[in-house]
């Protein structure tokens, strides 16, 4: 099953946030993100919100959910002109999931024309949607690219069969880059491969191979995450029953320079610990509003959003999200308020994952003295903590959690 929701505070029926959460609304990155919770099987690694078709049954099927994210949209444009201010205009819009591609393309149109109606979109708006290979054509690109589209996610994961099987994904080798190159015929500039690596049975040449295959297409971005075993998922129990081994860290690492390496010889270059991309048009505008402090909507079952230091997130399973905003209330199922402590140590974790690195001022003193024998250790660059920026080294991505343990005690 897909992990827990925190636990918070109620959230209010109507949506309304504290007044100070409004406070400079407008003046940070704005961002809306949509969760779409449908995928046509589950991956045995996988533990996101999302639902087959057999384990929804009729209870909610792709017009509720529709349904609901255009009444939550519309309640979310209400929520922020509160404050009294204009409400701010989507910068960047995310749809991601589950298989946001499995809504076909006038689906996902809507969900941009909702935006639009809604929030409104800013002038040259990023605008994302993840696909999955195997629910993509020519046609589908073309109808996304004419509806508003701006960039496309795909999820490769690997090129070798073997490790696809382990993973349990549906589409074959060959697939992703087929559609990646599709999608650029279709005239997308900005197109994404995701790749897991460290899956049991993957070897160096596998990874090698993936490689060869992505920088074939010529996509100017590319994601790569180590696999990581979550509590409850089907990998998780297979490795219990010892079927799989565990993924091993020094292993994790040597694949982690290999890709790092292999990117950077072709002019895609590290932005984030995860996120490689040819120049500065095609990071992922939407995920840096997330690491650099950002506001942003999260629409859907189970989406989390935050605004102002302020965060909640919504009931998980799609019948009750749409019955939810059927009878006109907000979905949100909890939420927090984040003290001026508790962002600055969120400040430390996600700005420090980013090449451009964190400002030192958000260190506290121990923080600095950490910094300092972090530069030492070789985990932070020297010239870079002499500037006032603490910026990870290539042996601090691969233990950027532990660094920023060392920032924050």
Not at 376 to 398: F, H, K, P, Q
């Amino acid at each position: 099953m897909p992990a827990q929701l925190p636990t918070g505070e109620p959230a209010p029926a109507d949506g309304t946030l504290p007044p100070e959460a409004l406070t400079g609304l407008g003046s940070r990155p704005f961002g809306v993100y949509v969760h779409v919770p449908f995928c046509a099987t589950r991956c045995g690694y996988c533990d996101f919100n999302t639902y087959t078709a057999d384990e929804l049954g009729s209870s909610a099927g792709f017009g509720s959910w529709l349904d609901g994210l255009k009444a939550e949209l519309e309640l979310g444009s209400r929520v922020l002109a509160q404050g009294g201010a204009p409400v701010p205009q989507a910068q960047t819009v995310f749809v991601g999931g589950g298989t946001p591609s499995l809504l076909g393309a006038q689906r996902l149109g809507e969900v941009v024309d909702a935006i639009r109606a809604t929030f409104g979109l800013a002038d040259e708006a990023e605008v994302t949607t993840e696909s999955n290979p195997e629910s993509t054509s020519p046609e589908f690109f073309a109808a996304i690219r004419d509806a508003g589209y701006t960039r496309v996610s795909l999820g490769m994961q690997s090129a070798a069969e073997h490790v696809l099987r382990v993973l349990e994904r549906r589409h074959t080798p060959g697939r992703a880059v087929a559609a990646a190159r599709e999608a650029r015929a279709a005239g997308f500039e900005h197109v994404n491969l995701d790749l897991i690596y460290g899956t049991p049975g993957e070897t160096d040449d596998d990874l090698r191979r993936s490689l060869e295959a992505v920088l074939s297409t010529g996509v100017d971005h590319v994601s790569a995450y180590a696999l990581i075993v979550e509590d409850g998922t089907a990998m998780a129990r297979k490795v219990r029953r010892g079927e799989l081994p565990m993924p091993d860290d020094d292993v994790l690492a040597d694949r982690y320079e290999l890709i790092d390496r292999t990117l950077a010889e072709v002019g895609l270059t590290w932005y984030e610990v995860s996120n490689w991309a040819s120049d500065e048009e095609a990071a992922c505008r939407h995920n840096l509003g997330y690491w650099q402090g950002g506001d942003w909507w999260g629409a859907g079952p189970g989406a989390h959003s935050h605004v102002g230091g302020v965060r909640w997130w919504n009931v998980k399973h799609p019948a009750r999200y749409a019955s939810h905003l059927a009878e006109g209330n907000s979905p949100a199922a909890g939420r927090e308020r984040l003290s001026a402590e508790d962002q600055r140590i969120e400040r430390v974790m996600l700005e420090l994952r980013v090449a451009e690195g964190l400002s030192i001022e958000a260190l506290d003193e121990s923080g600095v003295l950490a910094a300092k024998q972090a530069v030492t250790d070789g985990l932070l660059d020297r010239e870079a903590l002499t500037a006032g920026r603490c910026v990870l080294t290539g042996r601090g991505r691969l233990l950027a959690d532990g660094v920023v343990q060392r920032l924050i005690a």
